[in-house]
């Protein structure tokens, strides 16, 4: 029964989005997909011990343990993270340290990564090699999804009830594009100006779920698509003119399996593109903007997240594991991959080396 799996406690945090009320509609919920919508709704999330993620010891997952709160030490920036194994021939190294909570990531038109912090509630440019950060706009609430447009305007939605998408200048000046949105999470910009956001009002009231994709092009606001067994989150356009779009209740025991749609932006379309991820959230394609797509998986299971390659069927297979929680990736124009880790405060890289054999010779 429902009560049994609530706490007194836990069903007073959850009371204001209204879980603690709709017992009977509870009862058919697992318990991972209670845990998944206390954990939306703003309860204490489960982790590791980032202790045994460091020395590699994955088998030791304890209950109650939050990963935000945990920034493991004795790492500098480019030192490889032996924890994170990916296929063979790629390395994980940490590329950059000491953010709140890294989410969105996004390529200003100069090269230069940037990263929201969520916690913090701004935007960070990352300088050239990784240990230079600088703070490019502050004040946000809690920011989550970014992107940049041809011209270097910044773009940026807040992740709350009544949300934005705000617009960033070069120079610094801010403009908000849209207000009342839906804790709105991924954004993308198209080259004909047209900015796509995903919604979805799952954190502040889950059993009432509304999810859409909503296109903006100021002053004006037009839903695509919207669902009510879904949670959008990550969005990309791809090169065939179609928008990627990540179900992040995938696999989490609430609603299907669905984990990846597809939406034309023209008819607001919608088709169901691929299953079985886990809790997907961030998704960008190959440095060439084709497929594979990579997808970043928040969690897994115990705060493990993966990131996955899906292929042009629908098909995937993991890249990476040994992550802790992580929100969002992004591909550079050399094929590397940087991912956001928020339960250390991490930016990981991935790349591919080729070690050359070196021969000796005794003349």
Known sequence: MAQSLLSDSRRAQLAPVGVAVLTVALASLSAMALSTLEALAGGESRGINWADVETQDLSRITENVSPRSFRPAGLAVGDTITRVQCLPGYTAALYAQGFSSPDGLAFSPSGLLHVAEETAGRVSRIEPGGSTTTTVVSGLDSPEGITFDTDGNLYVVEDIQNGRLLQVAPGGGMTELATGLDAP????????????????NVQFDPLNLQTRVTAVVSPGVTVLTTDTLSSYAGITLGTDGLLYVTNELSGAGVGTDDSIFTVDPVTGERTLFATGLIRPEGLRFAANGDFPLYVAEEDTGGGAGR??????????TPFCTGFGTIEDVIVDDSGRLYVSEDSTGYIVLIEYKVYLPIIMRND
């Open 307 to 316: 990131l996955s390659r899906v292929e042009a069927d629908g098909s995937h």
């Open 185 to 200: 999470e991924g954004v993308v910009w198209a080259s004909d100006g047209t900015t796509y956001i995903t919604e979805s």
